[in-house]
């Protein structure tokens, strides 16, 4: 599934192309994704201008001066496709614009969703409305960890991937983070020190720049909006290297944890 990383990386990709534009046509080639398609979505949104483009966590927002804001999810397989040679069986949401360009959002599986609301009322949205701070922003530090985390038995990994902790985090960026602080993801959350969650909240940040760097992480069906592959997955440090050595002289292994693949090194990540 995309990841943080993911999504910025695709709103990037996006902004060039949308932004100060007017949208000539916005067709929703189905009734629904993993959920209903707003029926006036084509209506609110053809002939507006997009005056912004953001991401939220793992959600793409596109804003336009009509006070209407979109809202994407890529699921497990979406992609956006700019200036499609040809229209795919898959791609469900077709945009123009008054410049000529056009954008297709593509998702075999459907996991994925589109929603439309008032750019206004955006914090009220349900999906956003219990989130944590932006593991980018300002907001989260280690200072931040050590107060939610103080007396929480469950283990830090879980816990950095409760969208109520920190928003958008996903399980490979949380492996990669943990290993860099040099922290078990089994260890329980609130027995981790502030000096450790300082180090650990500088990790989140280092990995998640470094993978938006690099374009995201080649998985399954990510693609960027202009087709190439990311590859941070050639960065990884652990995810994905059971069984592999690790730079400490360790060997990666790999744990299940309510059905996640699990990758840490047992040497250089000490309770």
Not at 48 to 66: N, P
Not at 68 to 84: E, K, N, Y
């Amino acid at each position: 599934m995309p990841e943080l990383p993911e999504v910025e990386t695709t709103v990037r990709g996006l902004t060039p192309v949308l932004a100060g534009q007017r949208l000539t046509n916005v067709e929703p080639r189905r009734a629904d994704l993993r959920k209903a398609i707003p029926v006036d979505l084509r209506q609110r949104l053809t002939g507006s201008t997009v005056t912004a483009l953001r991401r939220r966590a793992k959600y793409g927002m596109i804003d336009t001066d009509r006070g209407d804001t979109m809202i994407f999810h890529l699921g497990m397989s979406g992609r956006w496709r700019v200036d499609p040679a040809e229209r795919l069986t898959h791609d469900h949401l077709l945009i123009e614009t008054g410049e000529g360009r056009s954008l297709a959002l593509n998702d075999p599986r459907r996991f994925g969703f589109l929603d439309l609301v008032e750019t206004a009322a955006i914090d009220a949205y349900p999906p956003f409305m219990a989130m944590g701070p932006e593991p980018l922003g300002a907001d989260f530090t280690g200072k931040y960890m050590h107060r939610v985390l103080k007396g929480r038995v469950s283990p830090i990994k879980a816990m950095l991937l409760d969208q109520r902790i920190v928003a958008g985090l996903g399980n490979i960026y949380v492996c990669e983070a943990l290993h860099v602080a040099r922290i078990a993801p089994t260890r329980a959350a609130g027995q981790i020190g502030l000096p450790r969650l300082e180090r650990l909240a500088v990790a989140v940040r280092e990995v998640l720049l470094a993978a938006i760097e690099a374009g995201g992480s080649t998985l399954r069906d990510y693609a960027r909006p202009d087709g190439e592959l990311g590859y941070f997955s050639k960065q990884f440090l652990v995810y994905g290297r059971e069984g592999e050595p690790c730079h400490c002289g360790g060997i990666v292994q790999r744990r299940v944890d309510s059905g996640r693949s699990t990758f840490y090194c047992a040497t250089c990540q000490r309770n």
